[in-house]
């Protein structure tokens, strides 16, 4: 029962379309009221909107005639929601609505057509530039910039041959409006719905036009007649690709998959372009066993004229035959490379290829090399035959350049206010281009100048005049000739130049530009003041004395400024090549610390307040030793002689940072003894350090590479500190003795906790540290680290102790005096050298000289 009522619906909205034959109708009720959508299947709904376009409507308007007919209004929208759930594919039917959703023209088979159009050919060998063909360039660079890609986006050519594979978009409009999307199947149909199989293979565009609206205008009337109410479109959709063969001279001759949309172009790219061999200017292209064109790659590269419309089809043949001839042209061209020549190219059909003349080229007349028989001969073409002397295969052009000579020059040099070039007019005098030349300038030497003039054998003179003379009117005036060259020396350029010097207290000594009248307090402040250390009331000027005695080397010259480098009317005048020192106070002194670490009640950095103050002092300064120091382990810590002698400068410079992190450093560290060389090189005294300084610092510098170049492992023997051995337990009981020494800048007492081990170290069985014992000798610690290993050289065994002291084992009579161990020691245990076996050559020599002594003892005995 129910699928009755559900066909007596179906049926009804048949009749409502107007679609359902009559018998059906008048066998049915057409009351619409009735239809209940929910009773109706997917299929069912299908077939109405199938129906509904056959007859032209549209959706919307198939959902506004059912509500006239009398569906009621809730079921016109469930079936509204109905067709929107519907999925109806994207080959089938599609309404004019949903146009706008089609995707864009797409490249069938893209991933075989990569390889060849879009892939970089790498693998390639580069040519050589020199030697350039043109044209390769083209189709062969490594980066592959241009690649003729046919463009997806254009509209479809008129003249484009359908074939398997592409998609067609046919869309009706108008008074009915329908649209299909159908594939070319192998056999060169298209299916299209309700209306069936239509050939269009082999045809254009415009072809297949012509067909499918003839077809289809069987059931849209409205297509044809005088006055049409419904056009019909049809488009390229995707599109197909085809199979090229690419043969003869081509770097990747073979098969190509390549897009309908390509043209020759396109397929030389994919194969690389033609070869070294290969032609530019005559390749076929051969269809059917037909050739249909011949292109000329030139056209393209010269008038960007090339045939870019004709379109491959599937099984074209391109064939790229051997060169026809070439020619070669050098020199002053924009394009200096081989070119193809076809047979009838001249020397203007080349220079056009070669881009035409650079601005220096020599164009009145180019050189040919030709061959003839079995060698070369060498011609000269003039401009005026440019156009009709014909090429020939093997022709090498030259194109000189102009001459590097000027046909009216004249040029001017020195002390002038313009420099340079000048332009040879009739009767140009020497008087006349210095005018020229803006004048002479103030420093201008002008009692004599030189013209350097070129003769006509291109030998050179020297012409030398009095320029005073010629300028007050006194002598003649000298006429300039082509390519003369004159020269006006400065007075600064025939004379010394002069300058004056400062040393010592001043911020910036150094040598500085001598002027007329200067005064001292006038190069002290050119120097940048005086040092806070500097006395103003010893300075010396050191004068240089022309034609003095044998013996006598300088004037000194002693000489007071005033504390603020006020003006001086009685000051000092200096003459050139002064030599002015700058003294430093004699009770002038910079402060000088030193610091206490460890085991002392006030540990920190402390300045020295006399020079005799000492050890102890410091000690006493510090709180005295707390009850965990051990003296006997105390060390002094001092720089070394080669960083103890800086000047007050580098003294000053050094701040209390600086010192802390000397305090911190581990001379065993080799990153730490790289930073010090850095830090050496670094302190080096700069310009306002004293010439004495900067004498030391150069032999420091001397010292340090001489032992860079002889010693390995540099790096290593350099430390900027060394521990001083004390004994800070009598140096504390009786102070001011010769164990109390006197503190110097930078020093650094370091006194550590009572330590308890012994620490082994060397050539024993099992180095490692150890528990002091008291009353035990250092046999006793040799046998705890396991006993000496094989190759340990017991007679250097030595102790070295927690303050840096060093004591090595004695020896008499075999008898060996081992060092005592104390806390914090540390027993170090040499190994022997290497053992150098002597050769049978050596063992020769020495056993026939101890022979030979033999017998002289056992004659003279005789």
Do not use: C
């Amino acid at each position: 029962m129910i699928l009755k009522k559900r066909f007596w619906y179906f049926f009804a909205l048949l009749a409502f379309l107007g679609l359902a034959t009559p018998q059906v109708i008048a066998q049915q009720n057409s009351d619409f009221t009735k239809i209940q959508v929910d009773d109706m299947s997917d299929a069912e709904i299908q077939e109405l909107l199938n129906r509904s376009a056959q007859a032209g409507l549209s959706i919307e308007e198939f959902l506004e005639m059912a509500e006239l007919r009398g569906m009621p209004t809730m079921e016109v929208t469930k079936l509204k929601a109905r067709i929107a759930k519907l999925d109806l594919g994207e080959r089938g039917l599609k309404r004019s609505s949903e146009a706008s959703k089609r995707d864009p023209r797409k490249q069938a088979d893209f991933d075989l057509i990569a390889g060849g159009v879009f892939q970089p050919q790498e693998e390639m060998e580069e040519i050589d530039p020199e030697n350039q063909i043109f044209g390769t360039s083209l189709f062969y660079n490594k980066k592959r910039n241009l690649s003729f890609e046919p463009s997806l986006n254009q509209a479809t050519p008129s003249s484009y041959i359908l074939g398997p594979g592409d998609l067609l978009y046919v869309d009706i409009y108008g008074e009915s409006e329908q649209y299909y999307e159908a594939t070319v199947n192998p056999d060169g149909f298209v299916l299209l719905d309700n209306i069936g199989p239509v050939s269009v293979s082999g045809k254009s565009i415009d072809e297949a036009t012509g067909i499918i609206k003839n077809r289809v205008s069987r059931y849209y009337t409205g297509l044809t007649g005088s006055n049409p109410s419904t056009f019909l479109k049809v488009t390229l959709g995707d599109v197909r690709t085809i199979k090229v063969h690419i043969l003869g001279e081509v770097r990747l001759p073979g098969t190509f998959t390549l897009s309908a949309f390509s043209t020759v172009f396109n397929a030389l790219y994919a194969a690389g372009g033609p070869n070294v061999n290969g032609t530019m200017r005559a390749i076929k292209l051969v269809r059917n066993n037909k050739q249909i064109a011949e292109i000329d790659v030139y056209d393209l590269l010269i008038k960007g004229t090339a045939d870019l419309d004709r379109q491959l089809q599937d099984q074209d043949v391109i064939l790229v035959s051997p060169f026809i001839s070439r020619a070669k042209i050098k020199g002053e061209v924009k394009r200096p490379m081989t070119f193809e020549i076809a047979n009838e190219d001249t020397f203007e059909d080349l220079l056009q290829y070669a881009g035409g003349f650079t601005d220096e080229a020599f164009k009145d007349r180019v050189a040919i090399s030709r061959i003839t028989g079995n060698q070369r001969s060498v011609s000269d073409l003039y401009q005026s035959q440019f156009n009709m002397f014909p090429l020939k295969g093997g022709d090498e052009i030259t194109v000189q350049r102009i001459l590097n000579r000027y046909s009216n020059r004249v040029q001017i040099k020195g002390a002038v206010y313009r420099e340079g070039t000048f332009a040879l007019t009739d009767g140009l005098t020497l008087s006349q281009l210095i005018k020229n030349a803006e004048g002479l300038r103030g420093d201008a030497y002008t009692q004599q100048a030189s013209i350097l003039r070129t003769k006509e054998d291109l030998s050179t003179e020297m012409v030398q005049v009095n320029l005073q003379s010629i300028l007050d009117g006194t002598a003649t005036d000298i006429t300039l000739k082509r390519e003369d060259v004159v020269r006006i020396a400065s007075i600064y350029d025939i004379n010394n130049e002069k300058y004056v010097q400062i040393l010592g207290e001043v911020k910036r000594p150094g040598i500085f530009p001598y002027s007329s009248k200067m005064k001292v307090e006038e190069l002290i402040i050119m120097a940048g003041g005086l040092q806070e250390s500097a006395n103003t009331d010893d300075i010396e000027i050191a004068r240089r004395l022309e034609d003095a005695d044998l013996g006598t080397l300088s004037e000194i010259i002693p000489v007071q400024v005033n504390a603020d480098l006020s003006f001086n009317l009685d000051g000092e005048v200096l003459q050139p090549y002064d030599q002015v020192i700058v003294r430093k106070r004699a009770n002038f002194n910079m402060q000088k610390l030193v610091a206490v670490e460890g085991q002392v009640n006030s540990p920190g950095i402390f300045a020295i307040q006399t020079s005799e103050e000492r050890i102890s002092d410091l000690v006493k300064r510090a709180g005295g030793l707390n009850q965990f120091a051990y003296s006997k382990g105390a060390t002094l810590i001092r720089r070394t002689e080669f960083f103890n002698t800086e000047s007050e400068q580098l003294r000053r410079q050094r701040n209390l940072e600086n010192l802390k992190l000397q305090l911190l450093a581990d001379p065993n560290n080799s990153e730490a003894q790289e930073q010090l060389l850095e830090r050496l090189f670094k302190d080096l005294p700069k310009e306002k350090d004293s010439p004495v300084d900067t004498q030391l610092a150069q032999n420091k510098k001397e010292s340090l590479d001489q032992i860079a170049s002889e010693t390995p492992g540099f790096a290593v023997k350099i430390k900027e500190t060394e521990a001083v051995a004390i004994d800070l337990e009598a140096i504390v009981k009786n102070p001011g003795s010769e164990d109390d020494l006197l503190l110097e800048e930078g020093d650094i007492l370091s006194v550590p906790k009572l330590l308890q081990t012994v620490r082994m170290r060397g050539d024993v069985v099992y180095p490692t540290t150890l528990r002091h014992e008291s009353n035990k000798s250092l046999k006793h610690y040799i046998n705890g680290a396991g006993g000496f290993e094989r190759r340990a050289n017991k007679k250097q065994t030595y102790v070295v102790y927690a303050n840096g002291a060093v004591k090595r084992t004695k020896g008499f009579f075999g008898i060996r005096n081992y060092p005592p161990v104390e806390p914090g020691a540390e027993v170090i245990v040499p190994t022997k050298g290497p053992k150098v076996p002597l050769r049978l050559g050596e063992i020769v020599g020495i056993t026939t000289g101890l022979a030979t002594l033999a017998l002289v003892v056992s004659q003279i005995n005789w």
